[in-house]
Antibody, heavy 119, light 109 residues
Framework: QVQLQESGPGLVRPSGTLSLTCAVSGGSFSSSNWWSWVRQPPGKGLEWIGEIFHSGTTNYNPSLKSPVTISIDKSKNQFSLRLSSVTAADTAVYYC????????????WGQGTLVTVSS | ETVMTQSPATLYVSPGDSATLSCRASQNIVSNLAWYQQKPGQAPRLLIYGASTRATGIPARFSGSGSGTQFTLTISSLQSEDFAVYYCQRYNNWPPALTFGGGTKVEIK
């Protein structure tokens, strides 16, 4: 059974770079699935950040203010998120998630990891 | 960008009663709508996709309906584990467009 697990620093300084990794266990990237990052500020709703295919093709939410990069490492069965020039507004629980196709719904989620942007 | 509006923000329901949650899209999204349940401290869980198809393992008391701009999630005979926040999500294969509604919290009356 496929499982997703996020990891990374829980505290990032303002103007710094937020970096997270999602480990995929029990399954392979080589399928039709797309792999996404979704975030949720404390007490607020959900926001899609972007997605990646096993080929490396990416799609990002055009509404995001901070520069975003999502990458994939098939040899390690993981994909990653980099968010640059972060501010307090980027404080959130970050989830990785799986979708059956590009721009689709999410049928599998990681447990989430809280990242706080603060000095 | 398509805006998803959920109502009400909070719904008070007695255990055993039914709950009706609404989601409205600012433009026609056909049936490209999903519903999720989220409990405190947990990740969202997919309930419904394609506006009315239950995800694997979801009980039959959860049902979705609607198309175009108006959608409904109905939970019949609410159980204690159903008290949670529910989100709708618009999706679109190309160009990718994923937006969530603001959520409806279902609380015990």
């Amino acid at each position: 059974q496929v499982q997703l697990q996020e990891s990374g620093p829980g505290l990032v300084r303002p103007s710094g770079t937020l970096s997270l990794t999602c480990a995929v266990s029990g399954g392979s990237f080589s399928s039709s699935n797309w792999w996404s990052w979704v975030r949720q500020p404390p007490g607020k709703g959900l926001e899609w950040i972007g997605e990646i295919f096993h080929s490396g093709t990416t799609n990002y939410n055009p509404s995001l203010k901070s520069p975003v990069t999502i990458s994939i490492d098939k040899s390690k069965n993981q994909f990653s998120l980099r968010l640059s020039s972060v501010t307090a507004a980027d404080t959130a629980v970050y989830y990785c998630a799986r979708a059956p196709a590009a721009g689709y719904y999410f049928d599998l989620w990681g447990q989430g990891t809280l990242v706080t942007v603060s000095s | 960008e398509t805006v998803m509006t959920q109502s009400p923000a909070t719904l008070y329901v007695s255990p055993g009663d039914s709950a009706t949650l609404s989601c409205r899209a600012s433009q026609n999204i056909v049936s490209n709508l999903a519903w999720y349940q989220q409990k405190p401290g947990q990740a969202p869980r997919l309930l419904i996709y394609g506006a009315s198809t239950r995800a694997t393992g979801i009980p039959a008391r959860f049902s979705g309906s609607g198309s175009g701009t108006q959608f409904t999630l109905t939970i019949s005979s609410l159980q204690s584990e159903d008290f949670a926040v529910y989100y709708c999500q618009r999706y679109n294969n190309w160009p990718p467009a994923l937006t969530f509604g603001g959520g409806t919290k279902v609380e015990i009356k």
